[in-house]
């Protein structure tokens, strides 16, 4: 498959080699798959349905296509996702997982597969029902603010532009970067209740007005996705994900019941030596009605000093739809993915959250493994956040002439707690640094230090550079550990953990 | 005075030139350094006495000299420690703190600040008073294992040799690295006391046997010097300290009372928020009756999960004098400086400890700050390390031909309570990365694995390298921090936290 694969990427860098040519090569691969190819064999629904599973080979239809994509699957990111569409049709998880949609590569990969034609009557009715279901999924997600940058529309991806993330020590609710993975659900208060069950514990269901009777704690956190800065990793090398540019982070109020509290009250025993993980479900579902989940360590849950909150408050206000309405968790510093919103069920267990997110996405690799070579089983989930930061000002690009003294200013963040203790600048390569001399931070203490820091510095810029010059910021936390120098050497395919300096380009006008 | 260092720099540049051709420029000054000059002013001891303190200026004598050393007190890395010369002798502190002795550059500096003679007949009793005096403070140091590589003989400093380092998961007690700051105490038993007082605490006497009856825990953790690894940092431009080649560290089980429950059994109230450090006191003191001292913060001491051990045995064994007979403390996953030995004194405060080893040691600079620019009041006291790897075979230099698979092993370990959750390997400077396949770890899960991971791995060196080549390791801890890549960036004046990547230099013989 290997081969396969290298062969694929050649015939597209020669498709979109055409394709700048004739302008038209993508648009004919979208508009022509799944189009009924006269001499292959006919099918029918009910031939694909009994191809539901890799002992029986894996069918999908797409339109008039029928497809045999079992060899594929090892391949496919979401390959637990990939397999509810066995036996059926791929058209509504394509309408859920709008990445799939006019995406050429994707759609030229599809018809690699096909093994024939859906019959003609099976064809008619199957696009009827399709038509009849395809209320869009997403119809109902909130209005955002028109500053947010949008990397994805559907599901709603959206950051904090680099310019106005440091404005505020708190980000504003509206200008919080928004990361969904699926429609917002649209809860009815009247009829929620929070499922808390599992391994040794009772059963609890706390309405929100329940869960307010729990003593209320603040925190001032971070959120920050774990693919963050991806777009700097990107471009070192290719990889699979959104395009964060930086903004993927945040920091507010949170306030709410503490995790803890809730585990106590339905019984937890901390002696009880089988229970490792705390599972978190969304109200958020897919097409399969399959929620969101994630989980985190025992360890991280149950410790009052570890600050888990079940918050239904951010920055003083009740939660709003694209934050978690009415219940989210906030794992301080923890990754963004375990931060699980619209929270509709908390369950303790032996083993972790076996959902597509937990096990087969958000884990780092060394920059050697590839899509052939990857084994999602043989790497912890991401947890923690490493150190990092990033310049937010100047903006890339700036004019700036050979001996200027430049002001300097943006973020940093450490997870697990760690404060940032100190942000390093450079303006010639690493050969002089200065310190940033204003740290804007919460008062909480390492190892419960959760804010991120605005900093402010300045450099000068060198004599004698042409074109083009970098500032660099390299953040230290309070373990003293530092952000890496390259992101060449964390590069990772799925592009997380992406914390290496930031090299801020400049245009030098002397 | 930046001025003076620079021009002292340059005269010992030339005087070390000189020595090669003469053979014995370094002797002659370590001989002259304190004879009578004809000509200069005569002082009475009593002269001198009167000058201790800055505002009084501060003089001190060398054998016949006396010497004005107000203007060099702010360069000195132990000025508290030089003040307690103020106004006499240094002979009886440069045999304490014996890095002094016979080391020219430090005699010359001395010289310097010379404004006269100490006249005759004081100079011959003060002679007299400390040739008296002058019983070795080391005398009764313990013997030590021949296989331990001496880095300092008084106080005595010596590290595990990084070929049998790693030969096993747990470190025997008499290859254990030693790191002393002062002579052992010879401690009586039957005299044994810990006191434990301070803000908002009663006062506790413990004897051993009365510490032994709160519950004894047991872990495994590491301890490592806050200056392992400095060799290597060194190696890119010169700084201050003990050469820790990497065998700063050892692996052991150590068992002892939590000092949670001892806080407890004081009566310590977690609320009490004006108690933000935990302060300890060795048993080990300088010629001032002044012992060695750190402290901690409060959210480690206090924690139970912190398990922060006052041990009184090693690897099942009571504590050997070398590593802190009958108690010493141990705080899993902080710098060994923290890890008092021989302790006789835990107190509750709202401020850190003032020791010199807490205030004006250990702790972290950017590369560009130096002795003339540093101010240690500006950086945290390192208290949580950074995540470290280190190469222990094949040894440096060894030799390998291009296209060999070469089998690589080592330690790895980040503090914090951080596991190591991979170990990447090139041979090929980051174009290619292998996998440690063996990771040797016990079974304490993050944010509690305290212990270091014992790691193999293979990598093939390249084809077409000439005379030598490099393998580097880096490690990844479970918060997903990794090391930086080079030491340039990280480097400072005190060459600690000096975890780069470590890159093993091997000769091709192809």
């Known amino acids: 498959m290997a081969a396969g694969f290298a062969s694929l990427a050649d015939s597209r860098r020669q498709l979109q080699a055409e394709a700048v040519n004739s302008g038209g090569a993508d648009q004919k691969i979208i508009e022509t798959t799944g189009a009924r190819i006269e001499g292959l064999k006919e099918y029918s629904i009910e031939d694909v349905s009994k191809h539901d599973s890799p002992e029986n080979r894996v069918w999908v239809t797409y339109k008039n296509g029928v497809y045999d994509i079992t060899d594929f699957i090892p391949m496919h990111p979401g390959a637990t996702k990939l397999l509810m569409a066995a036996g059926s049709s791929v058209e509504p998880f394509w309408a859920m997982y709008a990445v799939h949609l006019n995406n050429p590569a994707i759609y030229e990969m599809l018809e690699r597969f096909r093994i024939g034609n859906l019959n003609l009557a099976d064809a008619a009715s199957q696009a009827e029902q399709i038509a009849s279901d395809a209320s869009d999924p997403y119809s109902t997600d909130p209005a955002r603010h028109k500053a947010i940058v949008v990397n994805s529309k559907t599901p709603f991806n959206g950051e904090t532009p680099l310019s106005i993330l440091t404005d505020s020590f708190i980000t504003p609710t509206d200008l919080f970067y928004v990361r969904n993975h699926l429609p917002v659900p649209d809860v009815d208060i009247k009829e929620y209740e929070l499922e808390v069950s599992g391994l040794g514990i009772k059963e609890l269901n706390l309405s929100l007005a329940e869960l307010k009777k729990l003593p209320k704690h603040k925190i001032v956190a971070t959120v920050q996705c774990a693919g963050n800065r991806r777009a700097e990793m990107r471009a070192t090398k290719n990889l699979k994900g959104l395009e964060w540019r930086g903004g993927a982070i945040g920091n507010a109020e949170w306030a709410g019941a503490k995790l803890s509290d809730v585990l106590n009250a339905a019984g937890f025993d901390e002696n009880d030596e089988r229970i490792r993980h705390v599972h978190f479900e969304g109200l958020d579902t897919d097409p399969s009605n399959s929620p969101y989940g994630a989980s985190i360590p025992i360890e991280k849950a149950s410790d009052p000093r570890g600050d888990v909150l079940l918050a239904y408050e951010m920055n003083g206000e009740p939660l709003n739809r694209d934050h978690g309405y009415p219940v989210r968790v906030i794992v301080p510093g923890v990754a963004g993915a375990r931060n699980v919103k619209w929270l509709g069920k908390i369950s303790v267990s032996d083993v972790e959250s076996d959902s597509h997110w937990q096990q087969n996405d958000y884990k780092g690799f060394n920059p050697s493994t590839d899509w052939d070579t990857v084994d999602f089983s043989k790497s912890p989930a991401i947890q923690d ?122 245009s030098v006008q002397n």
Request: aromatic letters at 10%; hydrophobic letters at 35%.
């Open 385 to 506: 956040m490493p150190v990092t930061s990033s310049i937010c000002s100047p903006a890339p690009g700036a004019k700036v002439k050979g001996g200027q003294e430049l002001a300097v200013s943006g973020y940093a963040w450490s997870g697990g707690g760690r404060k940032i203790v100190r942000v390093d600048l450079t303006a010639d390569g690493g050969k002089t640094w200065t310190q940033a001399e204003s740290l804007e931070q919460d008062t909480a203490r390492h190892p419960r230090h959760w804010g991120w820091t605005v900093w402010k510095g300045k450099v000068v810029v060198p004599e004698g550079v042409e074109e083009t010059t970098e500032v660099w910021s390299k953040a230290v936390d309070s373990s003293y550990n530092v952000q890496p120098e390259t992101f060449a050497n964390i590069w990772n395919l799925r592009g997380v953990l992406s914390n290496a300096y930031c090299k801020l380009k400049l």
